[in-house]
């Protein structure tokens, strides 16, 4: 992993005849002009509803048009929606070209470009087709945030606070006091200490059968609010990934408590912290019946039961707690009580 935009200019430089960028709109305007580079590009659209196998097919031709092969880089660079399908696609070519990562928001930075998961969406299930691959390289460039707009800049802390809740407390305690008072100041310290949480956590179970799992907090709710967001609105009316995965997070924070003994002090101070994206969306919090379907289908089942990651406390998680019905319905009732 290299850090700065000076790296990645080079990186192009030396490959300028064997490189093809993956941008979509936003990041074709914002991101690949500060590439100063004429290398060709694919333009694929922007947003959830579009990660899915037909912009992959879409990809895969203009990869034939632009004759690449094996040997050419496929430099996605964009959010985590980019990331996660231009991985995929690139995985999926020719049993495999060289895929290179460049995310331009924070939430890809510290966590959708980081650990080897790509995908796309199916038949409304969130990441139901991908693999497992290692990009060849990632660049971790900050100077692309200054374009990343605010509510993109939100999402990412999200994802950030939950490498604090589930690995370090004063990682927590640090992106709290920067999502609740300089949202703006987020420094790459922040950036890389979020990364650094969840590449120790892949490096010790990169095929998801074990503690990588504890990175799903607020994930299995989360996945399903989106999810069900997706199918009753327009793309730029659905919840974000970010917001969906906070609301999951509360959640499942309240269902800690249930089991785990996770303290009411401790759930309380969660739900402060993420309580002003209740208040938001509060219209939108589903019925436990909205969910079931995608909670039965979710990735991290097994033996029919709805799996979930819980805390024990602020700075430790632990994986595979089997999840009733009934203990969903509750906590999205304690979620709407924060109003
Ligand atoms: N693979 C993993 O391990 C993993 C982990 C977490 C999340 N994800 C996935 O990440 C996705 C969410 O990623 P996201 O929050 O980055 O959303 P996103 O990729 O949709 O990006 C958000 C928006 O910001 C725009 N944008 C991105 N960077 C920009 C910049 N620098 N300037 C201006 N606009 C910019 C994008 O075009 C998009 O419109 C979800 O699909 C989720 O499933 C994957």
Not at 1 to 7: D, R, T, V
Not at 139 to 152: Q, S
Request: net charge neutral; with cysteine; hydrophobic share 35%.
């Amino acid at each position: 992993m290299k850090n700065g935009l000076k790296h990645l200019k080079k990186f192009i430089n030396n490959h300028e005849h064997n490189c093809i960028v993956l941008v979509d709109k936003h990041t074709y305007a914002s991101c690949y002009p500060l590439l100063d580079t004429n290398v060709p590009h694919i333009l694929v659209p922007y947003g959830e509803n579009y990660k899915n196998l037909n912009s992959c097919e879409y990809i895969w031709k203009k990869l034939v048009e632009l004759n690449a092969n094996r040997d050419t880089k496929l430099l996605c660079l964009g959010g985590g929606v980019l990331c996660d399908m231009g991985a995929f696609a690139g995985t999926c070519y020719q049993r495999g070209m060289s895929v290179v990562l460049a995310p331009t928001s924070i939430l890809a930075m510290v966590d959708a470009s980081i650990g080897g998961k790509n995908g796309v969406d199916f038949l409304g299930l969130k990441n139901y087709i991908g693999t497992f691959n290692k990009p060849s390289q990632t660049f971790i460039c900050p100077e692309f945030l200054n374009t990343l707009p605010y509510p993109e800049m939100v999402n990412g802390f999200i994802e950030m606070l939950k490498h604090g809740l589930i690995a370090s407390k004063s990682h927590y305690d640090h992106v709290k006091l920067f999502f609740l008072k300089d949202r703006h100041a987020i420094t790459p310290n922040l950036i890389n200490d979020s990364i650094a949480i969840k590449t120790r956590i892949v490096e010790d179970d990169f095929l998801d059968l074990g503690v990588r799992r504890r990175l799903n907090f607020g994930h299995t709710i989360g996945h399903a609010i989106e999810a069900n967001s997706l199918r009753i609105n327009e793309e730029n009316e659905a919840l974000s990934h970010g917001v969906s995965v906070a609301l999951g997070m509360v959640v499942e924070s309240y269902i800690s408590h249930k089991i785990t003994g996770f303290s009411l002090d401790q759930l309380n101070e969660i739900s402060t912290v993420l309580s002003g994206l209740v208040k938001s969306v509060y219209e939108e919090i589903p019925e436990v019946s909205e969910l079931m379907p995608y909670l039965r289908r979710d990735k991290k089942n097994s033996n029919n039961t709805i799996n979930c990651t819980l805390l024990k406390e602020i700075g430790e998680a632990n994986h595979d707690y089997e999840v009733e019905e009934d203990q969903i319905k509750k906590g999205l009732a304690y979620l709407k009580s924060l109003k």
